[in-house]
């Protein structure tokens, strides 16, 4: 068994949880100011209305400004294309096919 350490962030309005993710620093090898955000997942009464979108933009632009040369990577099995929007799918893409 490994035990790894990851952030969960939790975004929520007046009536409760609304979105949550993970982003995952110094584990599975990644280097420091190396992060990894996975685990997006919405209530499905605010689906399809953008806070998921807005909790991933929020956290991605948090870790950008923490290190000068951050690089955040995306550990996902879903379609790319959720995430182009966030400059994650560009630069996952160019690391992935040069």
């Known amino acids: 068994m490994f035990v790894e350490k990851v952030l969960w962030y939790i975004g ?7 979105s949550s993710l993970i982003v995952y620093q110094e584990v599975l ?13 919405t209530s499905p009464a605010y689906r399809n209305k953008v806070y998921g979108s807005q909790l991933v933009k929020e956290i991605t632009e948090m870790l950008f400004k923490e290190g000068e040369g951050a690089v955040v990577f995306l550990h ?13 799918y560009q630069s ?3 690391m992935l096919y040069g």
């Open 12 to 18: 929520h309005d007046k009536e409760g949880f609304v």
């Open 29 to 41: 090898d990644l280097q420091p100011h190396s992060y990894g955000i996975g685990s997006v997942a």
């Open 76 to 88: 996902s099995n879903i379609d790319f294309s959720f995430y182009e929007k966030y400059r994650l």
């Open 92 to 94: 996952f893409k160019q």
